[in-house]
């Protein structure tokens, strides 16, 4: 016996079988760090970046990616989302930015993966937009911050690592 849900009685890859849970009202919230340089930190602050503002077309890769998760992620189910939200934090005394993409729906399954692949794609896209500049930066730190909804319950990381 395994605890892998996505994997059935031989081992095999199997999508899990969702049919009979029933629909609860689903959040999730991931979070991510992109260190860049100063030279690039003060080009998206100042909307100079060549290719345009980076954090308006970093916002709308995060959200567009959130909705195409099932596409990129194998066995993930494919789920109606009611909210997407992709937000930033600039901290320019450590040359970092953070992102946040939330996810809301009512279903039958959560939307952790749903989150952090926003996060993921956010994070990529300030990265293509500013690579002329400095092709150092770093993409770390991605993880759920918090979710909501289904049988497991509520759980905030801040909460869990200690």
Known sequence: MNNFT???KNGNASMVDVSQKNETE???LASGIIS???EVMEAIQKDAVPKGNVLATARIAGIMAAKK???LIPLCHTLLLSKVAVDFELCPEKNQIRCFCSVK???KTGAEMEA???VSTALLTIYDMCKAIDKTMEIGQIHLEEKSGGKSGHFIRSEAVK
């Open 36 to 38: 860049v340089s100063s």
């Open 26 to 28: 689903r959040f999730a």
């Open 69 to 71: 998760t099932p596409e």
């Open 105 to 107: 729906l009512c279903g």
């Open 6 to 8: 996505h994997l059935d």
């Open 116 to 118: 952090l692949t926003g």
